[in-house]
């Protein structure tokens, strides 16, 4: 289970950080797993932050100590957010992939799928579409604004475990969502390249995406 001194970081250090790291969410006796495979960071001194305005009690938690869980509804659904080190500095968890390797792993992917149906037909989700976006992951794992806004992880329901999975490349580009003029040119969202068909946007088969402007590659995060 991560420490809170793990957060007590830079944002964009402990953005490529979490990558590899597994969410780990206790559901109705059932533990949910996903690989974080995409993860944005965000500070307070530009624009493209929630508190580029300062202080509000909606978003207090991303003034609390690193590690305090911040969630936040996007287009009406439950979004992850982690603080970090700085007030107003937080990680945003982006994308996530089930991860099998854990209790009851013939169990986990059914629930995650009753929690996370199709919006449309009938059917279920393919497992590599469970957790394919902040909203999707946060519906996966049954975690909510109401539950956890503002506090700390659980051991016995839920936390981030590092289980020594390191990318050996990680991919640098930018935000996604991000207003034109509000700071979203900055390299601030990064993706573990082994899972890059996956990830929200793909930088590396985007048009007219060039790297060195758009993206760069980091090799072999230690």
Same mark, same amino acid.
């Given at each position: 289970?991560?420490? $809170?001194?793990? /957060?007590?970081?830079?944002?964009?250090?402990?953005?490529? *950080?979490? =990558?590899?790291?597994?969410?780990?969410? %206790? &559901?109705?006796?059932?533990?949910?797993? *996903?690989?974080? @495979?995409?993860?944005?960071?965000?500070?307070?001194?530009?624009?493209?932050?929630?508190?580029?305005?300062?202080?509000?009690?909606? $978003?207090? *938690?991303?003034?609390?100590?690193?590690?305090?869980?911040? +969630? &936040?509804? *996007?287009?009406?659904?439950?979004?992850?957010?982690?603080?970090? $080190?700085?007030?107003?500095?937080?990680?945003?968890?982006? /994308?996530?992939?089930?991860?099998?390797?854990?209790?009851?792993?013939?169990?986990?992917?059914? +629930? +995650?799928?009753? =929690?996370?149906? #199709?919006?449309?037909?009938?059917?279920? %989700?393919?497992?590599?579409? =469970?957790?394919?976006? !902040?909203?999707? =992951?946060?519906?996966?794992?049954? @975690?909510?604004?109401?539950?956890?806004?503002?506090? !700390?992880?659980?051991?016995?329901?839920?936390?981030?475990?590092?289980?020594?999975?390191? #990318?050996?490349?990680?991919? !640098?580009?930018?935000?996604?969502?991000? #207003?034109?003029?509000?700071?979203?040119?900055?390299?601030?969202? /990064?993706?573990?390249?082994? /899972?890059?068909?996956?990830?929200?946007?793909?930088?590396?088969?985007?048009?007219?995406?060039?790297?060195?402007?758009?993206? $760069?590659?980091?090799?072999?995060?230690?």
């Amino acid at each position: 289970m991560l420490s $809170r001194n793990f /957060f007590n970081r830079n944002a964009i250090t402990t953005a490529k *950080a979490l =990558l590899g790291k597994i969410l780990r969410a %206790r &559901y109705d006796k059932v533990w949910l797993c *996903a690989q974080i @495979i995409e993860t944005e960071a965000y500070f307070q001194n530009e624009k493209g932050s929630h508190t580029s305005l300062g202080y509000t009690d909606k $978003r207090k *938690a991303l003034f609390m100590s690193p590690g305090t869980i911040y +969630m &936040y509804y *996007a287009r009406g659904s439950d979004s992850l957010n982690v603080s970090c $080190r700085g007030k107003g500095n937080a990680v945003l968890i982006k /994308f996530g992939y089930p991860y099998k390797n854990g209790k009851k792993p013939d169990k986990m992917i059914p +629930m +995650m799928q009753k =929690l996370n149906p #199709p919006k449309y037909g009938n059917g279920v %989700r393919p497992i590599e579409r =469970l957790c394919a976006g !902040q909203t999707l =992951l946060c519906r996966s794992l049954g @975690i909510t604004v109401k539950e956890w806004d503002q506090q !700390q992880s659980h051991p016995n329901r839920f936390y981030i475990e590092d289980i020594g999975s390191t #990318p050996t490349q990680i991919i !640098q580009t930018t935000r996604l969502g991000i #207003p034109v003029k509000r700071d979203d040119h900055l390299l601030y969202r /990064f993706i573990d390249s082994k /899972f890059s068909k996956f990830c929200t946007s793909n930088p590396l088969i985007k048009r007219n995406y060039l790297e060195g402007k758009h993206y $760069r590659l980091i090799q072999h995060l230690k």
